[in-house]
């Protein structure tokens, strides 16, 4: 029984650990995220966005203030599950993060990191890393940009099986923004996480590197459609899409996390915003379970923030 709990606990640590470097995109490390059923590739524009997908760093939402060169978004997200019943196991997955990034809008350029803890019972995971992005300046690849980042994880070995402790992993984005009417463009994104193939099957650990896309269609004003495809090495493909209305400083989120409904909403003040979000997530096919005594992990989290 035993080797039963230590199992489950050591896929769960490293769901938790690919999905802060957006491998897998089973944990959303913001609510805004939950909310959209998981799609970020195409929307990195705030915080998070080093992770999600670092291109996104050039090209942050948020505007430095009148007199001021760079602006700067901070956020921190608390999340956790329900209680997870399989066999012996009865913990629930816990994590908090703290995150930043700051964005030249004239020079096309931003940077940004974070700090994550994750952790269910017995094992602890620790996980922090920064990005950079930038604009290509050539007129015949205008809209496009780049980034890159890296991440740390420092976990148990012995409870995962005597690994190395922790590992640390290279990821790139692209994103791409086509023009479809005054003001509005499609955005496409493209993120390979694990460059070196340090989460490969050398490691122990099957899941390697990954491409994902993502793409963001401005279905009107007020409404974003986002729609990612994660290829999750040699594990399965995830799908994630979710939709986003904004106005007056409110916004409201629903997604489809491949298969289960997300739910969301959130307010935006002058300098500081708050948002909120639940769902259920497919983490009983990343384990090879399915049927009734299938773990059904649901998720909650909460992020707020502020600009300036």
């Not at 700051?102 to 350029?109: F, K, V």
């Not at 007129?139 to 640390?168: F, H, I, P, Q």
Request: charged share 20%; hydrophobic share 45%.
């Amino acid at each position: 029984m035993k080797s039963v709990k230590i199992m489950f606990v050591a896929v769960a640590l490293l769901i938790t650990v690919s999905a802060f470097s957006e491998g897998l995109g089973v944990i959303p490390m913001s609510a805004r995220q939950l909310g959209m059923g998981g799609a970020a590739i195409a929307v990195a524009d705030d915080a998070f966005a080093w992770t999600q997908n670092p291109a996104g760093l050039a090209n942050l939402a948020s505007k430095p203030k009148e007199g001021a060169k760079w602006s700067w978004d901070v956020a921190g997200s608390y999340g956790e599950s329900n209680t997870i019943n399989y066999g012996p196991v009865g913990e629930k997955i816990k994590y908090w993060d703290i995150d930043f990034a700051a964005g030249d809008p004239a020079a096309g350029m931003g940077f940004g990191g974070g700090w994550a803890d994750a952790k269910i019972d017995p094992v602890k995971v620790d996980i922090y890393g920064a990005g950079f992005g930038m604009k290509l300046r050539s007129e015949s690849c205008k809209g496009l940009s780049w980034g890159v980042n890296v991440e740390r994880a420092k976990y148990d070995a012995d409870t995962v099986g005597g690994g190395s402790g922790g590992k640390t992993l290279f990821n790139a984005g692209l994103m791409y923004d086509v023009p479809v009417a005054e003001g509005k463009a499609i955005k496409l994104g493209l993120v390979v996480n694990d460059v070196t193939d340090e989460l490969g099957v050398a490691s122990g650990i099957p899941i390697g590197r990954t491409w994902s896309m993502g793409v963001a269609l401005p279905v009107s004003d007020k409404i974003t459609l986002a729609i990612d495809n994660r290829g999750v090495g040699e594990i399965l493909h995830i799908w994630n899409a979710g939709l986003e209305w904004k106005s007056n400083g409110w916004a409201v989120r629903a997604g489809d996390w491949d298969g289960s409904l997300t739910l969301g909403a959130g307010y935006k003040g002058k300098n500081w915003f708050v948002d909120a979000a639940y769902g259920a997530a497919p983490v009983n096919k990343i384990l090879g379970m399915v049927g009734p005594g299938a773990p059904k992990i649901n998720l909650s989290a909460i992020t707020v923030g502020a600009n300036f």
